[in-house]
């Protein structure tokens, strides 16, 4: 089980669904978030709030490999 603290951070991916902006937790304490909010994704208003509570919001950036 992953402890929470405010120095671990909080790391989502950001997918577009369907023309719509829906942010997926990428690591466990994101995860615990969205376990919290009874949902599969994370909503501005819940980042803002971990934000608040002193959690560093990380958006890991898709990377393209060519061959």
């Not at 989502?12 to 909010?37: L, R």
Request: a positive charge; aromatic letters at 6%.
């Amino acid at each position: 089980m992953t402890v929470l603290t405010a120095n671990n951070p909080l790391m989502v991916t950001i997918k577009n669904v369907y023309g719509t902006e829906m942010i997926y937790p990428a690591n466990s304490v994101a995860q615990i978030f969205a376990d919290i909010a009874r949902q599969k994704t994370l909503s501005r208003e819940t980042l803002k709030l971990a934000k608040a509570l002193g959690y560093e919001i990380q958006v890991m950036q898709p990377t393209l490999e060519i061959a």
